[in-house]
């Protein structure tokens, strides 16, 4: 079963910004540029971290958060629309019997049932 990309967003797709975090957590801070934030082109949102001491795992939260964004979802629901897809019509079709594999365990194995 293969699967269609309706599309991808990507850290190409975004600025990355870098700052020193400040506040509390020592001189490290200060002298790091630890915090990340990302602005997404298309829809303008934004996600910034700077939780951790590593820029590498800020820049995860960060495009984490900007996903969860009110701004970056209505953006998405917009994409799909013009995209011409019907989400429900998708499930749909991904969920029809020969698309499903069902397993179970017999004899202490699993092994596809149908």
Do not use: Y
Not at 3 to 13: G, K, P, Q
Not at 20 to 49: C, D, F, L, P, W
């Amino acid at each position: 079963m293969t699967r269609d990309l309706l599309f991808s967003v990507t850290m190409a797709d975004c600025d990355l910004q870098t700052f020193h975090a400040g506040g509390k957590g020592g001189q490290n801070q200060n002298k790091t540029s630890s915090g990340v934030r990302i602005i997404h082109r298309a829809s303008g949102a934004v996600g910034e971290a700077r939780d951790q001491r590593s820029q590498w795992q800020n820049k995860r939260s960060a495009f984490r958060r900007m996903t969860e964004t009110g701004k970056f979802r209505a953006w998405l629901n917009r994409e799909i629309v013009l995209n011409g897809r019907d989400p429900e019509a998708e499930v749909r079709r991904e969920m029809q019997p020969q698309n499903l594999l069902v397993e179970g365990r017999a004899g202490g194995k699993w092994q596809v049932i149908g």
